[in-house]
């Protein structure tokens, strides 16, 4: 091959290359950008949840409503008989 068709020849594998480059990295920035903004609604969306729940529990008063969400939607139990510590023997 001479010179004269060898810096043509690379000039444009190199273009090739770096446009291939350009091209997969922006990809991945497009593609990490929508996980993040997924996890951010996610995140948003537990954060909304919490709010209410806090403001639920500040203004409920029927404790037997409270009690049975929090075993059926938590897994709470209450504690065992020999869990409890006697106070001022």
Do not use: C, Y
Not at 41 to 68: G, S
């Amino acid at each position: 091959m001479k010179l004269d068709t060898f810096i043509p020849v690379f000039l444009v594998l190199l273009l090739v290359l770096t446009a291939a480059i350009t091209v997969t990295s922006r990809t991945w920035m497009l593609e990490s950008h929508r996980e993040l903004r997924n996890e951010e609604k996610k995140l948003l969306q537990h954060l909304d949840k919490e709010q209410a729940l806090k403001l639920e529990l500040v203004t409920r008063t029927d404790l037997n409503t409270i009690e049975r969400r929090a075993r059926e939607e938590l897994g709470m139990q209450p504690m065992r008989h020999d869990q409890w510590l006697p106070i001022g023997d």
